[in-house]
Antibody, heavy 124, light 108 residues
Framework: QLQLQESGPGLVKPSETLSLTCTVS??????????WGWIRQPPGKGLEWIGS???????YYNPSLKSRVTISVDTSKNQFSLKLSSVTAADTAVYYC????????????????WGQGTLVTVSS | AIRMTQSPSSFSASTGDRVTITCRAS??????LAWYQQKPGKAPKLLIY???TLQSGVPSRFSGSGSGTDFTLTISCLQSEDFATYYC??????????FGGGTKVEIK
């Protein structure tokens, strides 16, 4: 059974860089059928897709965050990572990683499964 | 970006009720729509993809319909474990992938 687990600091100072890692277990991150992604949810609010990556390193980013986001993959460790720079209080959220079903040509589809999520608070 | 609008944003219902949640896309998305259930403090769980295909392991009381711009999620007989927030998500056109604002189903 595939499982995803987010890890990283729970507190980040304003203007610094948020860094999270998602470790995939029970399956290979190098599967040709899937992308891997990050989604966030501010407290009490809805879901926002941040970006996604293929095992080859191909990425898609949300245009609203693109200038601050970098997603990378480490196939040797079965992990992918998120970096979000110049954070503010508005970036306080639960951050989820998830697998994304993909079809031929790299089309992104639905998210399943999801990690349990990790709360990141931006505060001095 | 395609905007996804859910209605209502919240409502109260009783166990055994038939409930319907609506999701409208700002432009046609064919059947490229998924539905998720989220309980407090938990990650979202995939219920339906391709607008009407039930994910493996999801109870058959859940069903989805629609295509183009208008979609519905129906729970035929609400159970206690179904009280949660439901989100739709389009994957027709990206970036960005976009979610609806959520519909919270509360106990009456």
């Amino acid at each position: 059974q595939l499982q995803l687990q987010e890890s990283g600091p729970g507190l980040v100072k304003p203007s610094e860089t948020l860094s999270l890692t998602c470790t995939v277990s029970g399956g290979s991150i190098s599967s040709s059928s899937y992308y891997w992604g990050w989604i966030r949810q501010p407290p009490g609010k809805g879901l926002e897709w941040i970006g996604s990556i293929y095992y080859s390193g191909s990425t898609y980013y949300n245009p609203s965050l693109k200038s601050r986001v970098t997603i990378s993959v480490d196939t040797s460790k079965n992990q992918f990572s998120l970096k979000l720079s110049s954070v503010t209080a508005a970036d306080t959220a639960v951050y989820y990683c998830a697998r994304i079903r993909a079809v031929a040509g790299g089309s992104l589809n639905w998210f399943d499964p999801w990690g349990q999520g990790t709360l990141v608070t931006v505060s001095s | 970006a395609i905007r996804m609008t859910q209605s209502p944003s919240s409502f109260s219902a009783s166990t055994g009720d038939r409930v319907t949640i609506t999701c409208r896309a700002s432009q046609g998305i064919s059947s490229y729509l998924a539905w998720y259930q989220q309980k407090p403090g938990k990650a979202p769980k995939l219920l339906i993809y391709a607008a009407s295909t039930l994910q493996s392991g999801v109870p058959s009381r859940f069903s989805g319909s629609g295509s183009g711009t208008d979609f519905t999620l129906t729970i035929s007989c609400l159970q206690s474990e179904d009280f949660a927030t439901y989100y739709c998500q389009q994957y027709y056109s990206y970036p960005p992938l976009t979610f609806g604002g959520g519909t919270k189903v509360e106990i009456k």
